[in-house]
């Protein structure tokens, strides 16, 4: 037996027999040794906790193979396993706050029965080690080729996935199929689902309204090309010329991305509205009359392309920085032309960036909800209908449910034209052999049309970005521009009290309450997700496409859904966590885990795995080759995965709105307050704090990982040759 | 070699443990304090939080949001309710949770001091919620633009006139309470048949269906509509805020909103948020309001009404019936008729 196997034993006998098994109510247990030892599982179980008591026995099953190691270990700790976690979740679910949960029971046993809080560290570390010595057995068995490490991290992931996405989806789901009193109701299902103002096709015939379906799925679409385009031609531009502001290129176009909701839309409205600036510059000299042209499509379009252009960047710069000129140079070798070459080599190479920031893009605009908030006019999308569901006049979260399910529908989708658009091809470009060849410059034309793509996108970004700058320092923008600082006072006062400093301003505890959350929601969706990236393209295990499904979930569905799915599975036992800071950490890690598999899956495809085996040859485990050979090169990964998860806590609006507390209070709800009072200086006031702050976290980021050293030179070093290397 | 993995593994349940710890520490259930959801602006609800705590000791936790949002979420937490008390917002969600049983009976002793109106809400709620301020119906229009179109509406029927052909700009009722409270306002003045003839002679001028209620009064503020149909206090606040706009109070005689407050059901702090109901309901409490830029008129008779707000004495009110077209039956009927008659007509 391994000392991983027998440590995960003692720590499953310290989470029954030390820790508290109940709540983090701190309240439950008033001094520290009865919250240590009083609040165990096995004393409450002893003091007539009963339903407790069962889980001592897959406990003592796991001392045998302790005591007589030579015998069948794999068998006895799968057993035990199988047999711990299959009683904690009997136990919990059918035991609740207020008794039993199940009619069944209640039937046979009476009501209302025993009663039991949520779980806490105990149960929590009891489960975990369970299903841990679980995968142990299974690896012990052969399961990934005796591999403890992937069949642990396999087996975690899949309890992360099913406990904090697959549970409360499905709590929300099934209630689109019942009717305001909660029971099965397939015909109103059937009735809502295919509803006129879903699926009407008016549009194409008269100028009646479309459906508001086809509505999502065509801005979706249409998005997903633009943000694809004009990142690649970033990526391009980043990677492959020598143009002279290309810094300065990469931190405008990461901008949008750390731009809090709303506020891009807002200063759309500021130039192109009908009394915009840009408007009034048109009428008074060309006589352009003044229109409303931006509510609606156009303005929606613009927006989304302005916000999710960065992630198809980030997307694309590591898989273009990853193209190995050798298979380019083989061809101009072979006497094609750039543009050929470009054409036949490079962009097919390309296929798995462009089919997964393509990917991004369309769900990122399905699922967005600030822009068509603010933009939208009378341009109805799914995502906003959904919200309105819930919280509108018309309070229908059947309907919600409904349309979420079409949403759904629509990323799956997309999901799978993907996979088929990819196929089985390879698309392994970084191998552990040197690459001798110096990069391509672009062919003329490409890198004409990228600079017409980027360059006047990047001043128009600037130029939404002073009109946001100027926004927060002027009285009321739009109207009255004398200037002031009466925003960041309001909000971010410090004073000088006699035992130190007072911050007094109205946002500092959702700052600092945000700051925080996203700290930690940051690493932990990074890890998460490369993790997952790396057992989908590295590891071969059934029910792997269902895997990959299942990370993308969470990211499909709509924020407010997710939102209260997460209050109605969470808000009861066993798993009660909602009012904490903690269901706001998990909220974020499984919303914006799929970036980081994303982009983690599109890096790791090019990296050969012959670097791989020559680690696992020379006698590495899989874990140490993962952290010596794959990490290093997963760095452009890395760094998306961090940026964008730390940037998204601090600006996704719609699923926190019902998971803030009073002590809880986020950074965005505060925003969309102040929005809504029309307090719109204020608003604009905090949003430049909170960009300045995700600057400089990005720079730490950038600075902490570091970059990934290909052993590439680039166009302009000059000839000599230089050692090469595959990772430093 | 086994070792790194089992360290790797425990490193990330510390990390899942240090969050834990971290972040569960203060669910405010603690003795002496009182949960509360907010539904008006954050300086008001800001103001009434500190007021109380100087007033009692007792800790408030307060979170804001719009009162769509507190319903929704006091309905997911039914089981295990985490508020003690609702305060503000308008009264339809209020309505529609005393009627689904997620707010508790109360009869407070200031009762008597109310407004008329305040005390109605009440009994039409079954005792489950109660009026803490009201605010009429009306719109404005930005009085630059408006100069060029040659009119100067001061009624609904003014509205109609193809002089302001896309000037126009509502709510959707169908997510705005505000929209919806116009649509039985109109309905209630008119007529069902005629009322619902006017919301499509409407249409042709109405430029955008908004989400939120408060929007026209916006973008009236920006120029970007001339004229705009919200609650007449939202609009105030965009004229003390020195918006070229002028408030009007249709001549027909105009609906209204009653902001309620209701105690959740199975709320953990039930004397605290019941202490709490009864001081709202006091001058002391109701006058904060103003001080906080809410120009809505307090329930309290003897609560001083602010000078910017709208005399609710000097506006045509109608009878408005909030029990009929606050049930959820009404309500669904209203919309889904609205939307197929109204909303998807050709311009």
């Known amino acids: 037996m391994s000392r991983a196997t027998l440590g995960w034993i003692v720590l499953g006998w310290i989470g029954y027999a030390v820790l508290p098994w109940y709540g983090f109510d701190s309240a439950v247990a008033p001094t520290l040794s009865e919250f240590v030892l009083g609040g165990s599982g096995l004393v409450l179980g002893m003091k007539g906790a009963w339903w407790l008591l069962p889980i001592f026995a897959p406990l003592l099953m796991l001392l045998r193979p302790v005591m007589r190691p030579e015998g069948r270990l794999a068998d006895w700790l799968t057993a035990s396993g199988i047999l711990g976690l299959a009683l904690i979740l009997l136990q919990g679910f059918s035991i609740g706050l207020n008794g039993w949960t199940f009619g069944i029971l209640k039937a046979l046993f009476g009501e209302p029965g025993p009663h039991q809080a949520g779980m806490g560290y105990g149960a929590a570390l009891t489960a975990t080690s369970f299903l841990i010595l679980l995968c142990h057995g299974l690896a012990a068995r052969g399961w990934c080729r005796g591999d403890a490490f992937v069949t642990s991290s396999i087996g975690i992931v899949m309890a992360l996935i099913v406990v904090f996405v697959f549970f409360p989806v499905s709590t929300i789901l099934a209630s689109a199929f019942g009717d305001d009193k909660g029971s099965f109701a397939p015909i109103l ?15 194409l015939s008269s100028d009646l309204r479309c459906g508001v379906a086809w509505n999502t799925l ?7 090309f633009g ?29 949008p991305i750390i731009t809090p909701p709303f506020v891009i839309g807002l200063a759309l409205i500021l130039l192109f509205g009908r009394s915009g600036a840009l408007s009034a510059i048109l009428y008074e000299w060309f006589g352009v009359p003044r229109s409303r042209w931006i509510y609606g499509l156009p303005g929606v379009f613009i927006s989304q392309l302005l916000a999710f252009t960065p992630i198809a960047f980030l997307v694309l710069i590591g898989v273009v920085q990853g193209i190995s000129p050798t298979l380019e140079e083989a061809s101009q070798t072979l006497r094609a032309k750039s543009w050929t070459t470009f054409l036949t080599v490079t962009l097919p190479l390309m296929r798995p960036g462009l089919a997964n920031a393509f990917l991004l893009g369309f769900v990122e605009s399905l699922a967005d909800f600030g822009n068509p908030l603010v933009l939208g006019g009378n341009y109805e999308v799914l995502s906003t209908k959904i919200f309105f569901a819930v919280v509108g006049a018309q309070q229908d979260q059947g309907r919600a449910a409904v349309l979420s399910i079409i949403l759904l529908g629509f990323t799956l989708g997309a999901f799978w034209l993907q996979h088929a658009w990819l196929g089985k091809k390879v698309y392994t470009t970084v191998t552990g052999k040197g690459d001798a060849g110096i990069p391509l410059p672009l062919p003329r034309r490409v890198a004409v049309a990228s600079y017409l793509a980027a360059i006047p996108w990047a001043i128009f970004t600037v130029v939404i970005y002073a009109i946001i700058l100027i926004g927060g320092f002027v009285r009321s923008m739009g109207r009255d521009y004398t200037p002031t600082l009466d925003h960041f006072l309001t909000a971010f006062r410090v004073e000088r009290a006699d035992w130190g400093l007072y911050f007094s301003g109205s946002a500092w505890n959702s700052f600092f309450a945000t700051v925080k959350v996203a700290a930690l929601s940051a690493p932990l969706t990074a890890a998460i997700g490369l993790l997952t990236a790396y057992l989908l393209t590295r590891q071969r295990f059934s029910g792997q496409r269902a895997f990959e499904f299942g990370t993308l979930l969470s990211f499909a569905i709509p924020g407010t859904v997710v939102g209260v799915s997460y209050i109605l599975a969470f808000n009861v036992p066993p798993i009660e966590i909602t009012g904490t800071g903690f269901i706001l950490v998990m909220c974020f890690v499984f919303r914006n885990m799929p970036v980081g598999v994303r982009s983690g899956i599109a890096t790791l495809s090019q990296i050969d795995k012959s670097l791989d085996e020559a680690s696992l040859t020379l006698g590495a485990r899989s874990f140490t080759t993962m952290r010596r050979i794959v990490l290093p090169l997963l760095r452009p990964a890395i760094v998306a995965s961090l940026v964008y998860s730390f940037v998204r806590a601090m600006t996704a609006v719609s699923a926190v709105i019902f998971l803030v507390t009073a002590e809880y209070n986020m950074a965005t709800t505060y925003i969309v307050g102040r929005v809504e009072a029309g307090e719109f200086g204020l608003a604009i006031a905090y949003s430049t704090v909170l960009i300045i702050v995700m600057l400089l976290a990005i720079v730490a980021i950038q600075f902490a990982v570091g970059e990934r050293r290909l052993g590439r030179r680039s166009a302009t070093a000059n000839a000599a040759p230089l050692a090469v290397q595959a990772a430093p | 070699m086994k070792l790194t993995k089992n360290f790797a593994a425990a490193t990330m349940l510390a990390g ?12 405010a259930q603690a003795q002496g304090a009182l949960v509360m959801y907010c539904g008006v602006q954050e300086e008001w609800c800001r103001a009434m939080t500190t007021a109380f705590e100087r007033e009692t000791g007792i800790k408030v936790a307060m ?28 009264g339809d969600p209020h309505m529609q949770a005393a009627e689904e049983d997620l707010t508790v009976e109360y009869k407070s002793p200031k009762n008597e001091e109310l407004q008329d109106w305040a005390v109605r809400q009440w009994e039409q709620a079954k005792h489950r919620t109660i009026g803490i301020y009201s605010g009429a119906l009306g719109f404005g229009y930005n009085t630059e633009l408006i100069k060029s179109k040659g009119v100067e509406p001061k009624c609904w029927a003014d509205l109609l006139t193809p002089k302001l052909k896309d000037e126009v700009q509502m709510a959707d009722p169908n997510s705005s309470g505000t929209a919806y409270t116009l649509l039985a306002t109109i309905i209630q003045i008119m007529g069902e048949e005629k009322g619902f003839e006017y919301l499509k002679a409407l249409h042709k001028n109405v430029n955008q269906y908004t989400k939120s209620g408060a929007a026209p009064a916006k973008a009236m503020a920006l120029g970007e509509t001339t004229v705009g149909i919200a609650f007449m206090h939202d609009i105030v606040t965009m004229v003390v805020d020195k918006a070229p706009i002028k408030v009007v109070a249709p001549c027909e005689g105009t609906g209204y909103e009653i902001g309620s407050m209701s105690i959740i059901k199975g709320a953990k702090n039930m004397d605290n948020a019941k202490k709490f109901y009864d001081w709202a309901l006091t001058p002391a409490a109701q006058k904060l309001g103003a001080e906080a830029k809410s120009y809505q008129v307090p329930s309290n008779k003897s609560t001083p009404v602010p000078p910017e707000a709208p005399k609710l004495n000097e506006i045509k009110l109608i009878n408005f019936d909030f029990a009929k077209y606050g049930s959820s039956e009404e309500r669904k009927r209203l919309l889904s008729k609205w939307d197929n008659e109204v909303k998807n007509l050709p311009k």
């Open chain 1, 227 to 255: 943000t694809t385009a004009l990142g690649l031609a970033f990526a391009l531009i980043a990677t492959r010329t020598s143009f002279r502001f290309k810094k300065l290129l990469r931190v405008m176009s990461v901008l």
């Open chain 2, 63 to 90: 979170t804001r949001k719009s009162s769509g949002e507190i319903y929704a979420q006091v309905k997911a937490e039914a089981a295990n309710p985490r508020a003690d008390i609702w305060w503000g917002g308008t």
């Open chain 1, 218 to 224: 065509f801005l979706g679409v249409l998005v997903a």
């Open chain 1, 189 to 203: 299902f059937v009735m809502k689902f295919t509803d006129r103002s879903i699926w009407g096709l008016d549009c």
């Open chain 2, 16 to 27: 899942v443990a240090t969050a834990f710890s971290f972040l569960s520490a203060g669910t």
